[in-house]
């Protein structure tokens, strides 16, 4: 089940992701192999039309746009949201993806 959150932040772009880190451990999440299955996955994927690429955190997310499981979700609280460094919207993102065995979860 993925969920995608628009959140707003004082945080910096590293302090965020440190956070996150943490409650990934305090809800169960144990380290295991790169891309390996996992109890919980925070990431961030956008923050404002910021670029960073630093060896802890890259933002925009570098693989989100080979994601349908993460564009599906934000599609449907950011269809607009430009990507910047592609330049392309949530949207466009998406129409070039292979969305098949990708269904959206209600609660």
Do not use: W
């Not at 772009?13 to 440190?18: D, H, M, R, S, V």
């Amino acid at each position: 089940f993925n969920q995608v959150v628009r959140v707003e932040t004082y945080l910096s772009p590293e302090k965020l992701i440190g956070h996150l880190k943490r409650l990934e451990t305090a809800l169960g999440r144990v380290p295991n192999f790169q891309n390996g299955p996992r109890l919980i996955d925070m990431d961030i994927l956008f923050f404002d039309d910021l670029v960073l690429d630093a060896e802890a955190l890259k933002v925009p997310h570098p693989r989100l746009h080979e994601r349908a499981f993460v564009l599906v979700p934000l599609n449907e609280i950011g269809h607009d949201l430009m990507h910047p460094v592609m330049k392309k919207s949530v949207g466009e993102l998406l129409s070039t993806c292979d969305v098949s065995g990708v269904t959206m979860v209600s609660k």
